[in-house]
Structure formats: structure tokens, C-alpha cells
């Protein structure tokens, strides 16, 4: 099937970061024409006339079958939070998974994220039910000490089986996930950094989210979580640690060697008060990949990467006092084409290029939070004035998911409907 989306703003964020006006066609799957005027048919004709069209946002961090749990655990101190997520995670069924995930992939998906990074157990749940919402998972099967988890047998075998079951399925990206060092002896955190090399895939992890969590480590080990980590061999490229904001230089450094990502979740650290920002202009300095996260719904209450590119922008600012760290074009690169080689994909998705595939969004041009619109002010725009709502219509891998705002892949109203019922039995205790 041919796609032709016509007379559009587009911001390719390929590697000239330039901003075109014209068409964009898609075969299939992939981006065969970006710019000037395509004088065939398509199967599929998108009027752009005065949008703004961008790659897909990738999230490098989420918990997207938490989204049945929004608002059960606001306003409350870090470890009351822990312990009333617990005890709830502990008593999930598949069903909620089910609906949890799609709950967040519609939220997802109306915001203009394509791609996202998860942590969680069930993945194989969590996976079935991305697929069906038509949206990228990378779906890392959370492992821990075993005497540590409600997991039923080993963890880590528990996501090598689901590792072989969803390898090759389309859109999904089966990867490892570690807890934290917090509930990871060195066997396990070693056995998961050996199995995620061995195959290949993405390994995530929570890193030095609090000061408490450094502080403990530190006292067990000698070392600060970063530098054992990098000592025990667990860094490397194909690693995103989430959070990531109580580091010293050293650390910093340490990370860039290993050509490593962080996923900063500046929302959810500032919700939860753990206190820390992410040293983002260090991280850049030594050549960490640096990548947006939003977290799940219980720590940031949003999936929304278009208000977290803003947040982390602000906080980065505010915290230097210095108006030009983090400039809009580099957190939009944040949020898409660092997301993508976050997670190795930096070849495929991650900006708008022929031979790509087709991870899509189109925005509202004609939404007066986005005018005046003009190539010198279209990056600036998008960073700090769009929102949620002038998201039009996304296309994943050449599949629309969101056509003129309305979910196309998943019953809407049945899911949201579902959402309540679960929350009302899992929180109303």
C-alpha cells in the first residue's frame, strides 16, 4: 500500500536536523520519499496542508500496565509508595494486565509515542496486548533475587522463556529487565548482563533513582551503584538506566565509556520527591546517550513525552540557573532519534528518512498553541507550546493507530469502561 501524506511541515531529524515542506510517501512499511512533490496516487491520501509532521517519540522508560493504577498512590512518602504498590502488584490478574496495557498504549498513542520501553513481569501478557493496540514494545522481563519477587519460579529464566516466544514477532523487541541493585545480588545482575549480550537485546534497569538506594549500596559494597555495576562487567551499549540522578563525575564517566544510555523520568523524580537531578550536561559531556522517559502511571500520573521533553528542559534550566542548557532541538532529539539509539534502533526509527520505517506523527497546524508556524520557530513550537491534543493522526510501521484523533486499533470505550471496574477492585482496599 502506498501512503501520501501532502503538503506538510516536516521535521526529519535526520542527521542535518533539516525541515522540509512538501510530501512524504510510505510503501508499505517504510519511508520511500521524504520532501518535494509526488506526482503518482497513493492508496492512502493524507491531507497535511499546514501540519507539522515529526518521527514517532520513543520512551525509554514506562510501566504501561500500571495505568489501571493512576491515582491510588499520590501525595504519599517514597516508601509508603513502595509498599502500597507492592502489595497491589501482588494481586494483578492478566486481565488487568491486559487492560492496563492498553489503557496506557492509547495514552501513548494520542501523544505521539511509537516506541516504549517497559519493565514489568508478564511481559508475555503485557506483549499481546501491545501488538494488538499496533504500537512498538520493547518489553523487558523484569528479573530480581528470586527470594525477592512474587514471580513464580526464577526470573531471569522466566524472561529467557519469554525472550524465545516473542523474538521476531513484529513490533515487539523482547528485552531484560533488572530491578535495581536494591533487589539484584552480583549473580543475578551478572546472569542478566550475560544473557541480554548473548542474544543481543536491550537491558534496562532503575539506577540511583534515590539517595537511600546509593547510600545502602555503598554501605554493602564499598562502591557506589554505577561503579559496581561497572565493575562487575553489567555496563554496556546496549544498557538504558532509568533515572540515573544521584551520580558523581566519576560514574558519569564510567557510563560514557561503556557508551551506555539513561532514560531521565524528571517528572516522577520530582513527584515523588526523591530529590536529584540528572546531570544532563555531564552526561552529554562524556558521551552518554541521553533519552526521555516518562515512568508509569503511579510515580508521573502521564505517558505524555510531549510535556516531559518540556519538564526536563525546565528543571535542567532552572537548576543550573543557565537559560541555555539543554536547547529545544536537543531535548526533541531526546525524544526521538537518542530514544531510538537508546534501544539499537537508531537505524530504523527515530527521524523521517527514506529507507525508515514509517513511525509517524502528524500535528494540528492549524492549533493556535503551534502559529505563528515557521521553519525558524517549528522545533521550539513542539518542545515547549504543542500538546497532547493537536495530535492528529500516528502511524507505527506504516500502520495507522490514531486517525483525526481517534483510536483505530483498540475499542476505546470498552477499554476505559474495564479500567475503572479494575482499579475499583485492586485499590479500594
Not at 87 to 101: A, H, P, V
Not at 102 to 121: A, N, P, Q
Not at 174 to 186: A, F, H, I, T
Request: aromatic letters at 6%.
Amino acid at each position: 500500500m502506498i501512503t501520501v501524506i501532502r503538503n506538510a511541515w516536516i521535521v526529519t531529524q535526520n542527521s542535518a536536523r533539516d525541515i522540509l515542506k512538501g510530501d512524504i510517501v510510505v510503501d508499505g512499511e517504510k519511508i520511500v520519499q521524504v520532501g518535494g512533490t509526488y506526482n503518482g496516487t497513493g492508496d492512502r491520501e493524507i491531507d497535511a496542508s499546514g501540519d507539522i509532521v515529526m518521527p514517532g517519540f520513543v520512551n525509554t522508560h514506562s510501566h504501561v500496565a500500571m495505568s489501571v493504577m493512576k491515582g491510588v498512590v499520590d501525595d504519599l512518602s517514597f516508601p509508603d509508595f513502595l509498599d502500597k504498590v507492592f502489595k497491589i502488584d501482588s494481586d494483578r490478574t492478566d486481565s488487568d494486565l491486559d487492560i492496563g496495557t492498553k489503557l496506557g498504549c492509547m495514552e501513548m498513542m494520542r501523544s505521539g509515542t511509537t516506541t516504549f520501553v517497559d519493565m514489568y513481569y508478564s511481559e508475555d501478557v503485557i506483549a499481546k496486548a501491545v501488538q494488538e493496540a499496533g504500537i512498538r514494545g520493547v518489553l523487558c522481563w523484569c528479573v530480581l533475587d528470586q527470594e525477592c519477587t512474587t514471580q513464580i519460579g526464577n526470573p531471569l529464566e522466566n524472561c529467557k522463556r519469554f525472550y524465545s516466544q516473542f523474538n521476531g514477532q513484529r513490533k515487539i523487541v523482547p528485552g531484560v529487565g533488572l530491578q535495581g541493585v536494591y533487589v539484584c545480588n552480583e549473580e543475578t545482575c551478572v546472569g542478566a548482563a550475560e544473557f541480554a549480550r548473548e542474544v543481543k537485546a536491550p537491558l534496562t534497569l532503575h539506577l540511583s533513582e534515590t539517595r537511600g538506594e546509593v547510600n545502602d549500596h555503598k554501605k554493602k559494597t564499598g562502591m557506589r551503584p554505577a561503579e559496581w555495576l561497572d565493575h562487575i562487567g553489567v555496563l554496556g551499549p546496549n544498557v538504558i538506566a532509568a533515572h540515573s540522578a544521584w551520580m558523581t563525575m566519576n560514574e558519569v564517566r564510567l557510563m560514557g565509556n561503556a557508551g551506555m544510555s539513561i532514560a531521565s523520568c524528571p517528572a516522577s523524580n520530582m513527584k515523588l520527591a526523591t530529590g536529584g537531578v540528572a546531570p544532563i550536561p555531564e552526561y552529554l559531556k562524556y558521551g552518554v546517550n541521553v533519552s526521555i522517559g516518562t515512568d508509569g502511571n503511579t510515580t508521573n500520573n502521564s505517558l505524555d513525552m510531549i510535556s516531559e521533553m518540556k519538564i526536563l528542559g525546565l528543571l535542567q534550566k532552572s537548576s543550573r540557573w543557565d537559560p541555555t542548557v539543554t536547547p529545544a532541538q536537543q531535548l526533541l532529539d531526546f525524544a526521538t532519534i537518542n530514544g531510538a539509539k537508546a534501544i539499537g534502533m537508531q537505524d530504523k526509527i527515530g527521524s523521517i528518512e527514506v529507507g525508515k520505517y514509517a513511525d509517524i506523527v502528524i500535528y494540528d497546524g492549524k492549533a493556535p498553541n503551534l502559529r505563528p508556524a515557521l521553519k525558524e520557530n517549528i522545533v521550539t513550537n513542539m518542545v515547549y507550546s504543542a500538546s497532547t491534543v493537536d495530535v492528529k493522526t500516528v502511524m507505527c510501521q506504516g500502520d495507522i493507530v490514531v486517525q483525526d484523533g481517534e483510536i483505530m486499533t483498540l475499542d476505546k470505550e470498552k477499554v476505559l469502561d474495564a479500567s475503572e471496574d479494575i482499579w475499583k477492585t485492586l485499590c479500594l482496599r
